[in-house]
């Protein structure tokens, strides 16, 4: 049996999601601290080796960022 995030509501955030933003966020900024950025990097791997997560997944349409993509 799998386990679920409640009774079918999209308001609870995939598990490792904060980890995994703080980590994207920390590549991204200006003033780039590549200790910190491990510090999340490390996290993550906690996280979901805790969670026993096998795979991240985008929960936008690929069609939508590619329309994005062509306006820019």
Do not use: W, Y
Not at 32 to 40: A, G, S, T, V, Y
Request: net charge negative; hydrophobic share 35%; proline share 3%.
């Amino acid at each position: 049996m799998e386990k679920t995030s409640g009774s079918g509501s999209s308001s609870v955030p995939p598990f490792c999601a904060h980890e995994a933003l703080d980590l994207l966020n920390c590549v991204t900024g200006a003033g780039f601290d590549q200790e910190k950025c491990i510090r999340f990097l490390n996290a993550l791997r906690d996280c979901v080796l805790d969670k026993k997560v096998k795979k991240f997944s985008l929960a936008e349409d690929n069609n939508a960022v590619a329309d994005s993509d062509k306006k820019n």
